[in-house]
């Protein structure tokens, strides 16, 4: 089997977590922090955590703003993180293939 | 390393996918809708009496369609007002999440109407009984709040809880109302149709109107 595709996984994403996190805003434009604490049962901690790391490696932007009196925290993947969310994907694609039975 | 791993991380990755597109219509007018149209219809039905099995049925069919007609055009119109596509997926997923349950109400009615059709074949009107008026509608309560409860794993958490109270108000009402008798039966029908299809959801609709924090462009 070749591993050229495992080392090339990016070590940033492949992390449960912030894979979880990749995988949400992939399917939507953004999406709240309560939203996505909600949905992964996350604490507030771990979220904020794996949010800042995927936002250090400029995977995710982080909107800051207020409604109705209240923050609201929102995310949304960058550009160059949808690109290594696809990536990613078509990585996991090509690992499949070489381990299916021929 | 498992040969399956990378297809199951797949897998995780497209269920995520998938729970993320959540459905995010305005609910706070369609729910004063439903709970005004429930209270409305409870109120003219008892003073209308509509107790005959078939009429009790034709009746809250007939209201359930217009409520259900009314939250369409409002999606409608949200959706078109957003320049989105009213069929999206997560208007999709949530009907379907909702059918089974809502089917099995609606089966649940028709056996009335059947039965009915079959007295009259015989020419024997049914008379109003305990299981037309309080078990089918504390039936309907249950299986609806499983629809919503079903449809609310893809929208605010709130949903789901408004589908286990409707599921334990029923139940509760079973227990505290599945051996009523006599003249109770008709306040107990409409009360039942009026409080959790009228009242509570103009209560949580007003509810969602002051608290609904989260903007409709899902």
Known sequence: MNPEPFLQLDRVIHEKGRLAIMSMLAASPELSFTELRDALAMTDGNLTTHIRTLQETGYLSVTKSFQNNRPLTTCSLTTAGKKAFTSYINLLEQIIQQTRPK | ?218
């Open chain 2, 1 to 218: 390393m498992e040969p399956n791993w990378a297809a199951e991380h797949l897998q995780v990755i497209r269920t995520l996918m998938e729970r993320s597109a959540l459905y995010r219509r305005a609910l706070a007018p369609i729910m004063i809708l439903a709970g005004s149209i429930g209270i409305v219809a409870a109120a003219a039905g008892y003073y209308f009496s509509i107790v005959q099995p078939v009429s009790f049925v034709i009746y809250w069919f007939s209201i359930g369609a217009a409520a259900v007609c009314g939250a369409f055009l409002m999606s409608r119109r949200q959706a078109w007002q957003q320049s989105e596509p009213f069929w999206s997926p997560p208007t999709r997923r949530v009907a379907q999440a909702m059918l089974p349950a809502l089917f099995a109400g609606f089966a649940l009615g028709a056996l009335v109407l059947l039965s009915g059709a079959s007295a009259a074949a015989r020419e024997q009107a049914p008379a109003p009984n305990r299981i037309v008026l309080v078990c089918l509608p504390l039936a309907w309560v249950i299986l609806y709040g499983c629809a919503i409860h079903a449809a609310g794993f893809f929208m605010q958490r709130g949903m789901r809880l408004f589908g286990w109270g409707m599921v334990l108000g029923g139940s509760g009402g079973f227990l505290a109302l599945g051996t009523q008798t006599g003249p109770g039966l008709v306040v107990a029908g409409f009360g039942i149709m009026g409080f959790f299809f009228g009242a509570l959801h103009l209560a949580y609709g007003i509810y969602l109107y002051f608290t609904e924090q989260r903007r409709n462009d899902a």
